[in-house]
């Protein structure tokens, strides 16, 4: 049973994150705010709780590998690689600057990412393939995967989610990061794919679902998938896109959206007076 204690440090943790983030576009550029802040908590998890990640040894090879298949979210994991200690923190000024080292969408150059994503639907075949070499060489080592909802459409995204089941791999937990909001609008109303709890299942996937926000519930459903042997697992994440910054929340401007002087500064208001409330 995780502890109060431990649930408020991981809160906190989202919120820094957040903060991060925020820093990282700045003012008067565009940056995808809205899916990387619906993130936060799921990713302070696997970071800072689930995962056997060693900041000292991150090429290690029975480590747990993490693949952001949602490319565009790339700055919650910058955050939480800074925060790691794996780069300096003055990089996160200089994201998608021809000076620094952190580009638009994760890349191999960038210590602890795993794969280049950016190109949706390719995550989990990329994925998929980690797992099954993991178990060819015994490892204990897990893969997580992090999909958006908007992915959901992707045609490849789906022949890997039937090709895992055929293969019954179960050291693959994937995430759905259902934040209801897409680049230009609400999913539903521009490529609609209901009941995805029951498409999953039909695909042969155990499904659980949890609070994308609660850490607490986020950990229980990891250690249910971490129990399935002979099947993967995904787990259906309820966010909120742009969760922690008002104007941001369920806005698809913000998907991709430039921040004003007036913007940037409320949002780290109000991230700092949620940092003070935990």
């Known amino acids: 049973m995780i502890s109060e204690d431990k649930?408020?440090?991981i809160k906190k943790l989202a919120n820094k994150l957040r903060h991060n983030v925020v820093e990282m576009i700045g003012v008067g550029n565009a940056g995808h705010l809205g899916g990387s802040c619906s993130l936060a908590e799921t990713m302070a998890v696997l970071y800072f709780y689930k995962m056997n990640f060693n900041k000292n040894n991150f090429n290690s090879a029975g480590r747990d590998r993490l693949v952001l298949s949602k490319?565009?979210?790339?700055?919650?994991?910058?955050?939480?690689?800074c925060e790691l200690g794996l780069f300096p923190r003055d990089e996160l000024k200089k994201v998608k600057t021809l000076d620094g080292l952190l580009q638009g969408h994760p890349d191999l150059s960038i210590p602890g990412i795993e794969a280049v994503t950016g190109s949706l639907g390719q995550g989990l075949s990329?994925?998929?393939?980690?797992?099954?070499?993991?178990?060819l060489e015994k490892s204990t080592a897990r893969v997580y995967t992090i999909m958006g909802d908007g992915e959901q459409s992707e045609g490849q995204l789906w022949e890997a989610a039937q090709a895992a089941a055929n293969f019954g791999i179960d050291n693959l937990t994937a995430f759905l990061d259902w934040n209801k909001i897409q680049a230009t609008g609400p999913v539903k109303d521009i490529f609609n794919i209901p009941n995805l709890d029951k498409k999953w299942a039909a695909f042969g996937w155990e499904v659980f679902s949890a609070d994308g926000h609660d850490p607490a519930a986020i950990i229980t459903a990891i250690e249910k998938a971490e129990q399935l042997k002979g099947r993967p697992s995904i787990?259906?994440?309820?966010?909120?896109?742009?969760?922690?910054?008002?104007?941001?929340?369920?806005?698809?401007?913000?998907?991709?959206g430039i921040l004003d002087q007036?913007?940037?500064?409320?949002?780290l208001r109000e991230l700092e007076a949620a940092e003070g409330a935990l």
């Open 262 to 267: 007036k913007q940037y500064d409320q949002a």
């Open 235 to 256: 787990i259906i994440l309820d966010t909120i896109k742009g969760k922690g910054i008002s104007f941001a929340e369920g806005n698809a401007a913000f998907h991709n």
């Open 126 to 135: 990329v994925s998929l393939g980690m797992a099954l070499a993991l178990r």
């Open 71 to 81: 490319g565009h979210a790339a700055l919650i994991q910058y955050a939480c690689l």
């Open 7 to 9: 649930i408020r440090e």
